[in-house]
């Protein structure tokens, strides 16, 4: 699930194609809040330094830094107010080889990924760490 408020690039481009690539970890971080912040319609909003490769199951870009990605597919889509709340489904999942050790238990490989989550404008790593206020991350990231 992904939920997108106000007019932005990515929400038209979900829309328009039907999937996209997704999940937020702390290695990637700064990259993911300056794309989430700088204006999408913006034509300098790519002239950054930017690792990516192509789904393995979808045509859509995925960011190589991340230690695990997901290539979800729009299933359906629920417009409230300004925003949109994006049902998918998982139709692939990047990971790096170290997450698929099966001797490796949940949390030491949930530590690996290093999930982000987001409320309240804030940004929190999987344990429940504040992260910082969205804006602010990528200010590490603009060069």
Do not use: H
């Amino acid at each position: 699930m992904a939920c997108i408020a106000g007019d932005k690039l990515t929400k038209d481009r979900i829309r328009e194609k039907g999937f996209f690539s997704k999940l937020v970890t702390e290695s990637i971080l700064p990259l993911a809040d300056y794309l989430g912040n700088k204006e999408g319609y913006s034509p300098d909003k790519m002239n950054i330094s930017i690792n990516t490769k192509k789904g393995e199951v979808l045509d859509v870009p995925t960011l190589t830094d991340s230690p695990l990605t997901f290539e979800p597919e729009l299933a359906e889509s629920i417009c409230i107010g300004d925003g949109d709340v994006f049902l998918c489904k998982i139709r692939n999942v990047l990971a790096e080889q170290g997450l698929l050790d099966k001797e490796k238990g949940l949390e030491d490989r949930l530590r690996q990924i290093a999930p982000v989550k987001t409320t309240c404008s804030t940004y929190f790593s999987w344990s429940g760490k504040e992260l910082g206020p969205w804006g602010e991350p990528r200010k590490d990231y603009i060069m």
